[in-house]
């Protein structure tokens, strides 16, 4: 029976891998339905819990979450494969994106994703926010995270206001009630694997001009100090590889970015396109390794850190200022989303772009109150492009 559901938690992760669109907000909405309320992997208030847990690491917060989930169920080996199932249908697409990189270079065709991503984002943030926020010390913080977000817009930020947000409820850890309280006992192991890893190809990619083992490294840095998802890696990683390294031409990026945003599964993706286009001229076999090393540079320091952090996640519970600051996290999480939402909105408006303006309201509306897939609705976007 345990086999079984290992089974169908996996067909579950495969399906969110070709179905949720828009990150981790909106993955949060569509794994609140499938593996909450359809299969019960795990309690709403669990969820969310592992979430705020996640977004205050740095990595790909839905990849982190669902490998937790993935070695509750089943243990490490498992979370592994969970991972595995999780990232390989968006890392093979933008594989095969940056193999093909000649009729997508026509950006036009998806002209209508960006707008329907920000509608996304805004109804899950919706969705989210009122599950999370309960008082109106919730709401402060939310519209505070979200103008401080929006005006500093800097890797830093987010987990300056996770950490100030959780700290502001931790005060209120009376209203918890207390729990026994038992010796912590802290495993090491992934933690030093995850920096001692960092190190390693620090120094290795210093002495080598292999550029696969540089390219490893300068992946492994990035997931190791990334905070706030996709959005905030796209532009340290063009920063690095257009304009220093000048590895990469910039249209060429700037397609991958848009592209990585309008498929489903994790945006860090966009790291396997980079990994083969780096290595462009070279052999096929060659530019696959790119995208090998892109894909494992990326996910694997969130995947060490969360293997670590959940592990004495049941004992740092037994804290009440640990369980009150949650909800100060998942606040100021819903305001960090609704400032990601309106970064893309206001050149629209600035443009009286109707167009997208129109795209977001109708999307919003079909998300809200209709059950039409994220999918779906993506789907009509790409035609929408090809026709128009």
């Known amino acids: 029976m345990k086999k079984i559901r290992k089974i169908i938690f996996l067909k579950d992760i495969l399906i969110l891998a070709f179905t949720a669109f ?3 907000q909106v993955h949060l909405a569509m794994f609140l339905e499938i593996l909450v309320k359809k299969h019960n992997y795990l309690t709403e208030e669990e969820l969310l819990e592992l979430q705020a847990l996640c977004s205050i690491l740095p990595g790909p917060t839905s990849t982190q979450t669902l490998t937790a989930l993935g070695f509750k169920i089943g243990g490490p080996v498992f979370a592994y494969l969970t991972l595995i199932v999780w990232i390989t249908p968006a890392v093979a697409i933008m594989t095969a994106a940056a193999f093909g990189m000649t009729y997508l270079r026509d950006r ?10 920000v509608a996304l984002i805004i109804q899950a943030g919706f969705v989210i926010g009122k599950k999370v926020i ?11 995270s979200a103008a401080f ?3 500093f817009q800097s890797p830093y930020v987010c987990p300056i206001a996770l950490i100030v947000g959780g700290i502001v409820t931790a005060r209120n850890y009376k209203e918890y009630t207390p729990q026994p309280k038992h010796k912590m006992i802290i495993p090491w192991a992934n933690f030093n694997l995850f ?3 960092l190190i390693f190809l620090a120094v290795l990619g210093h002495f080598t001009d292999y550029l696969p083992v540089r390219l490893f490294e300068n992946f492994y840095r990035n997931g190791s100090l990334v905070f706030g998802g996709g959005q905030v890696l796209a532009p340290m990683l063009f920063t690095e590889f257009v304009e220093f390294k000048q590895l990469i031409r910039q249209d060429d990026f700037l397609t991958g970015m848009a592209l990585s945003q309008a498929l489903p599964g994790p945006v860090f993706a966009l790291t396997s396109y980079i990994g083969t286009l780096a290595l462009k001229g070279t052999s096929f076999w060659e530019q696959l390794l790119g995208s090998a090393v892109g894909a494992m540079g990326i996910f694997l320091p969130g995947t060490f850190l969360i ?4 592990r004495i996640w049941g004992q740092l519970k037994q804290f009440r200022a640990i369980r009150a600051s949650l909800e100060g996290i998942n606040a100021t999480s819903t305001g960090l989303t609704l400032a990601a ?5 206001v050149p629209m408006v600035s443009e009286t772009d109707w167009v997208s303006l129109l795209v977001v309201i109708a999307v919003f509306c079909l998300a809200q109150f209709t059950k039409i897939s994220p999918f779906f609705i993506f789907l009509g976007g790409l035609i929408l492009g090809f026709i128009f």
């Open 22 to 24: 828009g990150g981790p």
């Open 149 to 151: 977000s929006f005006y």
């Open 108 to 117: 036009s065709i998806i002209r209508f994703i960006q707008p329907i991503g």
């Open 341 to 345: 939402a309106f970064t893309f909105l």
């Open 307 to 310: 293997f670590f952090v959940y």
């Open 195 to 197: 920096w001692i890893f």
């Open 134 to 144: 309960k008082n109106k010390l919730g709401i402060g913080l939310m519209i505070l």
